[in-house]
């Protein structure tokens, strides 16, 4: 799913091209893209482009007169800056946002179809799409600690809360983890002031150094590798590889449709984490540690 740094780097390309265009049309391929009815869904049409924004991980456009159009790419959805008029893709497009410039077109790989489009014709409307969530790169030291605190969770669930904090995801929890040195399971009222701290500052560096690196690999072409899986990451999507910080073969957690990566070494203190299938499938003949594990 794009996170925070993909969103940020979506919107600044945006900026480059449709703010203060006027829509000349929308096109809608999947009408279960559309998650409002009112207003209709070409009211953006022959108005301008006022304004971009970032409500978590979604896209606001916000239209003079007062329209908002809200995009949410969920897992799989991604957006692409195609020539004027250019036709919706077969099986992965949903929609188009046409402007005399170019096409901004939705698209989403899969069958299972999660990306959505909304509109509005006031902020309020907006506001109920956000979680709440408090922007990591905005809070103080006291808000970041008082957000960490407001639920006793593990931290790779509270960094991933939306009701905690905007726009982190699955794929970077795991890098600012890592950054921190900090347990993935570890639990929020369980942290030190001076871990605490810690983790406020691998999420202002980790976030903002992502960035600037996708911000420099766009350059001024459109962010056509949105992707939550990076050759240049240190753990996250690493399983196995060897941790950059000390060598030890990264780790995992998998759960659901999501995984949790991390270096044992450097975050867990030697300790292996339970994985779910793997552990129910040994039972006792789990390892425990990074030794047991080399032995077995």
């Known amino acids: 799913m794009p996170e925070l740094p993909d969103i940020v780097v979506y919107l600044e390309a945006l900026e480059e091209r449709v703010l203060g265009q006027e829509v000349a049309g929308v096109r809608i391929a999947s009408p279960s893209v559309l998650r409002t009815y009112h207003p209709p869904y070409d009211a953006p049409v022959g108005r301008q482009v006022a304004g971009l924004h970032r409500v978590g991980k979604r896209i606001v456009l916000e239209m003079e007169p007062e329209i908002y159009l809200v995009i949410h790419l969920m897992i799989a959805g991604r957006l692409r800056w195609e020539a004027p008029g250019k036709a919706i893709p077969k099986k992965v497009g949903l929609a188009a946002v046409d402007f005399e410039s170019g ?42 600690a008082a957000a960490i605190r407001s639920e006793n969770r593990t931290l790779k669930r509270a960094l991933t809360d939306p009701r905690i904090f905007s726009g982190i995801g699955n794929a970077y929890s795991d890098e600012i983890l890592w950054a921190a040195q900090l347990s993935p399971v570890k639990r929020t009222s369980q942290i030190s002031d001076g871990e605490m701290e810690r983790l406020r500052q691998a999420v202002v560096v980790s976030l903002e150094e992502w960035t600037a690196r996708l911000r420099d690999e766009t350059g001024e072409g459109w962010p056509s590798k949105v992707t939550a899986f990076r050759e240049d990451m240190a753990v996250h999507g690493k399983y196995r590889e060897p941790c950059p910080r000390c060598g030890s073969p990264v780790q995992r957690i998998v759960y659901a449709s999501n995984e949790t990566n991390y270096c044992a070494t450097c975050q867990t203190g030697g300790k292996l984490l339970a994985d779910r299938s793997l552990s129910r499938l040994l039972k006792e003949d789990w390892p425990r540690t990074l030794e047991e594990l080399e032995e077995a």
Do not use: C, M, N, Y
């Open 103 to 144: 096409a901004l077109i939705l698209t989403e790989q899969g069958t299972h179809k999660r990306a959505g489009i909304w509109l509005f014709d006031d902020w309020e409307g907006v506001a109920t799409l956000d979680r709440g969530g408090v922007e990591p790169l905005e809070v103080s030291s006291e808000e970041f």
